[in-house]
């Protein structure tokens, strides 16, 4: 897996793919919540995503929790199959927000408060 991380428009964007799991959850962990520590709203791109386990999910989770506790936006970005089926099992798809690109998430005021 590999993460793409920049920053537009005043938010942090996490561009992962490949597979979010034990191994890499702590790194993802990290980045989610240092851009929120900075204050920044936070949008994650799933769209490389080809598997996602519960230490996934727990970090973007968390990672949610933190956001809304400070008031920051968090959302994800471009859902792939796989990864969707994931968040759609554990009813997460009704807690995040979701947008189908990069642009809706951008156009739609830094996605909905965690």
Known sequence: MTEHIREQDGRLIV?????VDLNRAPEIRKFLLGGV???LDVLVDLSGVSYIDSS?????VEALQEAGKKGIRLGLVAV?????KV??????DKVF???SDLDSALADGKGKPG
């Open 80 to 84: 792939s199959q796989d990864a969707r």
């Open 15 to 19: 561009a992962l793919d490949g597979d």
């Open 97 to 99: 927000a979701i947008h």
């Open 87 to 92: 968040f759609e099992l554990a009813r997460l």
């Open 37 to 39: 520590a900075r204050g």
């Open 56 to 60: 996934g999910i727990a970090s973007l």
